[in-house]
């Protein structure tokens, strides 16, 4: 037994008073009978402690470093005496003064931030006493805790050994391994292994990037930490090399974190092949050679070969890169072989040089134009191929050229587009200028075609009845034309007319002249233009036809007026009111202006129409009378005029029976004639 020093055994029980209720010294005193109690008060009181305290031991590990949001399993084991059979495991968090409970079955007395998350995974029978902590906080971070076995019975001290959590909230690292053989046809194998708190739920790990089979295992390594650990095997093949293998590890309550590591597979020379600055070179140049190859560990010699006209020769060179002097004209067919500690390999095709020369223009270059489409061709000989530039008038064609397009087929060059510039076919000029590195070549094309954009032009443009007029037929052509014609549209028919110059003169002597229409020929072909109608301009004209009426005193008036420009009329007419106005025009007939409104009493009616445009300005009077006085006036004006017409009938037929008596046949026709004439002029009098 080991010797406790205690000043007295009333001493130790003032310490037993201040542990939990359960193993308090008021309630040992109640298991000893009355009469006992006295005398065995001090020997009993120390010798059961000593003897308590001999066999009881708990074991758990100093400190626990714990992820935060995972979980932690606490390792705890126990020994007690033979005597006691414990029953009940509670674990605290160590005071100085109290004693605050983090697992107990009393759950609303445990302290936050553990209540709701700790349980026991230990078992008591067995002499464990291992805690489970969930959703670690870091809140929980420095506290130490202890178990306590039978709380409400045992007197042990076991906060003597407590554990610290230590909360982390950065993941513990990743070990990434590669084990096998690195050669192809060898098998890798990758284990990913993360060191954890956690046995109940470990981390899942996951491969990514590549595909294998997998073996996964956890290992406990003491003291509460576990290793948890996956391992994925595949065969090695070459399209491995360098492939970046991802490892991603999931905690409890954690995201997802990807570590990786690169596989290393060696190899023997593969895809040996030979490049150079360029596949042609000028004659008499120099061109540096490469032997590439495809290999891990790199390749370390080399051997040339050349073929030339179907023999192949060796080259005096063994590294990797060579710089060939002696090209000819012909083809030149490199080949190389790639060695390294693993194997050879050989080009399996050759490298071809040919010849450059610079590019040659053929005289077949040209230029036709279409309707308004220009159509060019460049046809060029060079090696390596040229670089075709257009020009038209010495800058880039899209300035003289809409929906340009330019394609190539074997070096024959193409320029297509709609011409957009005024400027004459015979001035323009389309250059063709072929380039590539060892020189350059222009050719300027001559353009042929009908003549283009033919129009009539009017000289003035706008003119007076009586005036000149100058047409001219406008053209753009190349070569130059040889005769024009004019013609005037008559009806359904076309009058072809005498002029055969560019210019035809005209006298205007109506108000519609034309349309007129021209034609340019060369030697190419036949340009025409479109019709022109010529318009002549003239002061406003008001028609007889213009008339006012009134119905149950509404006025309604129109007033047909003959200009061009369109004239403006006005209306003046001081005894209608509530007056509206409107203007219509027929494109090919009279502007009619209508004026309505109502007559006021007592007012003078007389209504003015006003027609006005920039040749001058006319008005006419309409007079509005009144329908009852219309109506009288009409029926004595026709009775004097029954009147007059009977009287005169009389005169006539007296004055031809006269006539018959002393005169011939002939003359009373020729009177007979005068006489219904006169009486025709005489109805439209009365009228």
Not at 33 to 57: C, G, H, Y
Not at 423 to 432: D, M, N, Q, R, S
Request: charged share 15%; with cysteine; glycine share 6%.
């Amino acid at each position: 037994m080991k010797s406790v020093e205690l000043s007295s055994v009333e001493d130790y029980t003032q310490k037993w008073v201040k542990q939990p209720l359960g193993f308090r010294l008021l309630n040992w005193k109640k298991r000893i009978p009355e009469s006992e109690k006295k005398a065995t008060k001090d020997n009993t009181v120390l010798s059961f402690v000593l003897l308590d305290a001999q066999e009881w031991d708990v074991n758990v590990p100093t400190e626990m470093k714990v992820l935060s949001g995972s979980c932690v399993d606490v390792p705890c084991t126990f020994t007690h005496p033979s005597s006691h059979r414990p029953s009940e495991i509670a674990w605290y968090s160590y005071s100085s003064t109290q004693y605050p409970l983090v697992y107990s079955w009393r759950t609303q007395e445990i302290i936050e931030p553990f209540r709701g998350r700790t349980q026991l995974s230990g078992d008591v029978n067995k002499g464990t006493c291992s805690l489970r902590i969930t959703d670690v906080k870091p809140a929980m971070n420095g506290y130490h805790l202890y178990p306590w076995i039978d709380p409400d019975h045992v007197k042990h001290t076991f906060y003597h050994k407590t554990v610290k959590l230590n909360v982390q909230e950065t993941s513990p690292p990743v070990q990434l391994t590669v084990d096998g053989n690195p050669e192809e046809g060898g098998t890798i194998s990758i284990t990913c292994s993360v060191v954890h708190t956690c046995p109940s739920s470990p981390p899942i790990l996951t491969f990514g990037g590549i595909s294998g089979e997998i073996q996964n295992n956890q290992t406990d390594l003491g003291s509460g930490s576990w290793r948890t650990q996956s391992t994925i095997s595949f065969p090695t093949r070459v399209s491995d090399q360098g492939r970046e293998v991802g490892c991603w590890v999931q905690h409890s309550g954690r995201r997802s974190v990807p570590s990786w590591i690169d596989v290393n597979v060696n190899y023997a020379p593969r895809s040996v092949h030979v490049s150079g600055e360029s596949s042609t070179v000028v004659v008499g140049g120099s061109i540096t050679l490469e032997c590439r190859s495809n290999a891990n560990p790199p390749a370390s010699s080399f051997l040339w070969y050349l073929q030339r006209s179907g023999s192949i020769s060796s080259l005096m060179f063994r590294e990797q890169s060579i710089t060939i002097t002696d090209l000819q004209p012909d083809q030149n067919s490199f080949y190389c072989t790639a060695h390294s500690s693993l194997g050879v390999a050989n080009s399996s095709s050759p490298f071809i040089i040919s010849g450059e020369y610079q590019p040659i223009i053929s005289s077949e270059s040209s230029c036709i134009i279409g309707g308004r489409v220009l159509w060019c061709w460049c046809k060029v000989q060079s090696l390596p191929n040229a670089t075709v530039e257009w020009r038209i008038e010495g800058r880039p064609p899209q300035f003289a050229l809409s929906d340009m397009e330019e394609f190539s087929v074997l070096q024959n060059h193409t320029l297509r587009g709609k011409l957009s510039i005024s400027k004459a076919v015979l001035h323009i000029g389309v250059t063709c200028r072929a380039s590539n590195d060892h020189g350059q070549q222009n050719h300027t094309l001559i353009i042929k075609a009908p003549p283009q954009n033919v129009s009539i032009t009017l000289q003035p443009s706008r003119v007076l009845e009586g005036q000149s007029l100058l047409l001219s037929c406008y053209n753009h052509a190349f070569p130059a034309v040889l005769s024009y014609s004019w013609y005037r549209d008559e009806g359904s028919g076309t009058v072809l007319l005498r002029e055969r110059s560019e210019n035809l003169y005209l006298q205007v002597t109506g108000r519609y002249m034309g349309p007129f229409r021209c034609s340019a020929i060369n030697q190419i072909g036949e340009g025409r233009s479109d019709s022109t109608l010529i318009q002549v301009d003239f002061a406003p004209v008001i028609s007889p036809n213009s008339t006012c009426s009134l119905d149950h005193g509404v006025v309604w008036c129109e007033c047909v007026v003959e200009s061009y420009p369109v004239a403006t009329v006005i209306w003046t007419a001081p005894s209608v009111v509530e007056s509206s106005q409107a203007v219509s025009v027929d494109p090919y007939g009279p502007l009619r202006a209508t004026l309505t409104g109502h007559v006021r009493s007592g007012q003078a009616r007389l209504i003015t129409c006003h027609a006005t445009n920039q040749h001058g300005r006319v008005s006419l009077q309409l007079l509005l009378k009144d329908p009852s006085a219309m109506s009288s006036s009409s029926l004595v004006a026709a009775g004097c005029g029954a009147v007059a017409v009977a009287l005169l009938t009389a005169a006539v037929f007296y004055w031809i029976r006269k006539r018959r008596r002393n005169g011939s046949q002939d003359n009373v026709g020729v009177e007979v004639v005068r006489y219904r004439n006169n009486q025709k002029k005489a109805d439209l009098r009365t009228t």
